[in-house]
């Protein structure tokens, strides 16, 4: 897909609107387990768990006995050289791949053979590495077809157009347009979701996927192909969504970012866990140099390499 870069009047205009934006419709009421309001002790248990996960494809194995918690209430990044199992990782936990074996709990409920729309009404929402809007029909309305995966009644009650289906319809609508608002996104709710530059549809995935009231949102490089304005002003955003007590999994190549908002940092490496911890901590570990540099050669300096590996392997001389 074509970037455009031509946004930046609207982007601007997005920092004025989100800066007083309302805050987001949330099934939980913006708690979390981590919530500053917790009395000092409180366990936190883990929202997540992520444990001995395998997946094989032939001899391929983009996940090796893979295990993580992601706490409440924080912004987790799973990054990792190309190739390394990040998506894949991302597809098993949104239940688009059923893990080989081991298991994954949410809230401490089994979900490792729940089928995607169970997983989305579970309150796990995710987006695409690749774009997946419909790019004729209106921002709103892409935004309105997150909210469906999680409305009650069937298409026939809406087709019949009762009392309780257009009750549910009109509060779909109101938590669609409150999602744009809270994304900056009000203006531009009617124009078709493909006019729009791309930093923008990429939003528009991202107002989608908070339609559906997540508490744990999992987003697939939402910064690629963005430019350095764009990739700051989704950060911001993002810091907002996990204020409101939503949980991040931030798969992403942009290590700017990923350091700069992260609580947390998972390192793949060819389908294994490598590395786990602070982001300072990750980006001074070797075996995270040597995934992202692999033959070290201290003139070449790929793009993506956390920048704390960058000048330890420098520092080391090679
Ligand atoms: N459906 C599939 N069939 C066969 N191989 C697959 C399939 N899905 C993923 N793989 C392989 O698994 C490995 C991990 O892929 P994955 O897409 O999870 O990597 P990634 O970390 O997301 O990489 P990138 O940063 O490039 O997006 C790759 O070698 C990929 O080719
Ligand atoms: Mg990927």
Redesign the pocket.
């Known amino acids: 897909m074509r970037r455009l870069r031509g946004g930046s009047t609207a982007t601007r205009g997005l920092q004025a609107e989100t800066a007083g934006a309302s805050v987001l419709p949330m099934r939980n009421g913006g708690a979390s387990m981590s919530s500053p309001l917790a009395p000092p002790g409180t366990p936190i248990q883990p929202l997540l768990l992520a444990e001995g996960v395998s997946k094989a ?2 001899g ?1 194995r ?1 996940a090796q006995d893979v295990s993580f918690f992601l706490t409440a209430g924080r912004i987790h990044a799973l990054i ?10 991302i597809n098993m936990l949104s239940g688009i ?1 059923r893990p080989d074996a081991g298991r994954l709990l949410f809230r401490g409920q089994p979900m490792q053979r729940l089928p995607p729309h169970t997983i989305c009404r579970l309150g796990i929402a995710r987006t695409f ?1 690749n774009l997946r809007l419909f790019r004729d029909l209106s921002v709103l309305d892409n935004v309105l077809l997150g909210r469906h995966g999680r409305m009650r009644n069937g298409f026939l009650v809406s087709l019949l157009g009762l009392p309780v289906a257009r009750r549910e319809e009109r509060l779909a609508r109101e938590r669609a347009v409150a999602v744009l608002g809270f994304v900056g996104m009000s203006q531009l709710a009617e124009l078709p979701a493909g006019s729009l530059p791309y930093g923008l549809q990429r939003r528009v995935e991202l107002a989608r996927a908070l339609a559906t009231e997540p508490e744990l949102l999992l987003l ?2 939402p910064a690629a192909g963005l430019n350095p304005q764009e990739t700051a002003e989704l950060g911001q955003l993002l810091l907002r969504i996990r204020d409101q007590g939503i949980t991040i999994l931030l ?1 992403e ?1 942009h290590m700017d970012l990923v350091m700069a908002i992260s609580d947390h940092v998972v390192v ?1 490496d060819y ?1 294994e866990k490598i590395a786990e911890g602070s982001p300072a901590g990750v980006q001074a570990d070797p075996r995270v140099l040597e995934a992202y540099l692999g033959a070290p050669d201290p003139e070449d300096t790929p793009d993506g390499v956390p920048d704390g590996a960058a000048a330890q392997h420098a520092a080391a001389g090679g």
Request: aromatic residues 4%.
């Open positions: 494809y032939g391929v983009p990792g050289p190309n190739g390394a199992g990040k998506t894949t990782m791949v590495q697939d490089e798969v190549h793949l389908g």
